[in-house]
């Protein structure tokens, strides 16, 4: 049974993916500062082969990996505007923290390392479908980091540590740390709690999209993968054909909650614009996504319609969230006496 360490384990995609690879017969330690909590987790606190290490990436040693086969890496500030709330934050743990991880465990003796990077790196693109080899030029502080990190960590690949990059598509579809501040699942909250969608910028910028799900399913595929395939490569997550405009995306949630309002706004301080290419990841490792646009719809209209998620939590808004705590923070500090609230 091989071990399989997963930064951000607790977080959106970590905590599908950790179940995905329990599921797979694989032994897992979720390695997460757990910000959310352990909550996400809570399926698989009875699994004797899960266990739970509270870290931050920044402060990992070699003993953390003992024992570990392959590290998928998840972790770090999860997207634009939270990065923007403290840049040098944002550098010491999306670039710094993420290459230190993958130092570590090549020190400390893993054989195969796959970090979670982003679509987002090709930034201001085009409607012409990008590919891996296309220029990668991000415009915001979230996809500079994960840039650099691919820069740094790339190269670090020998025969004995493998070293692959995924960038992901953006990511759709329930999990167990929900997110209401990623396009579809927004979108389609606000379809059925306003019966309105708001479409920024006009509603034409490109957007490539994946489900959670899949996406767990490609970090498998990666590290599953024969070394000479995967070592030192980037590959694009998703499918070409999950490529939409942000006005189409509204249309596809209409298929599924008929009767709301698609209102077009004119600008959006939002440039990203990019469509891209997913034929390398599907000719070289047979990787085809299995959720569609209105399968990640449904199922996130069922779980409100169920009442199983309260959508006023600020939990499932990362920025909101980050905000919050810092908030909270510094109210205790000024609060407490001698080191104690009570």
């Not at 994946?210 to 599953?224: E, I, L, S």
């Not at 299995?290 to 009442?307: H, Q, Y």
């Amino acid at each position: 049974m091989q071990t399989v360490l997963v930064t951000g384990g607790a977080g959106y995609i970590g905590s599908t993916l950790c179940g995905a690879l329990l599921k797979s017969g694989y032994r897992v330690i979720c390695l997460d500062r757990l910000f959310f909590t352990t909550e996400p987790l809570k399926s698989y606190a009875d699994n004797e082969n899960f266990s739970v290490i509270k870290e931050d990436i920044r402060n990992v040693t070699p003993e953390t990996f003992k024992g570990v086969d392959i590290v998928i890496d998840l972790a770090g500030i999860s997207n634009d505007p939270a990065c923007d709330l403290d840049p040098q934050l944002t550098e010491a743990i999306n670039h710094n923290g993420t290459v230190h991880v993958a130092k570590t465990a090549r020190m400390a003796g893993v054989s195969r390392y796959v970090m979670a990077s982003s679509c987002s790196a090709y930034g201001a693109g085009s409607s012409e479908q990008l590919t891996e080899e296309s220029k990668l030029q991000p415009v915001s502080l979230y996809a500079k980091a994960k840039v650099d990190s691919e820069k740094d960590i790339l190269p670090l690949g020998t025969p004995d540590f493998c070293v692959t990059a995924l960038r992901l598509a953006t990511v759709f579809g329930v999990s167990f740390r929900m997110r209401f501040d990623l396009i579809v699942n927004i979108m389609t909250m606000h379809a059925l709690t306003k019966k309105r969608i708001v479409v920024l910028g006009g509603g034409k910028q490109w957007r490539p999209l994946v489900h959670v799900r899949d996406v767990a399913g490609a970090f498998m595929t990666a590290m599953q993968a024969p070394v000479a395939q995967v070592n030192g490569e980037a590959f694009n997550v998703g499918s070409t054909d999950l490529n939409f405009q942000v006005i189409q995306v509204a249309h596809l949630i209409e298929q599924v909650i008929p009767g709301i309002e698609i209102v077009v706004a004119p600008d959006d301080p939002d440039k990203r614009n990019y469509n891209v290419c997913f034929d390398k990841i599907s000719r070289v490792l047979n990787y085809k996504t299995t959720c569609s646009i209105g399968d990640g719809v449904a199922e996130v209209k069922r779980m409100l319609d169920d009442g199983k998620i309260d959508v006023d939590d600020v939990r499932w808004y990362t920025v909101k969230y980050y905000k919050y705590l810092i908030e909270a923070d510094a109210l205790l500090r000024e609060i407490k006496l001698n080191g104690r609230l009570f």
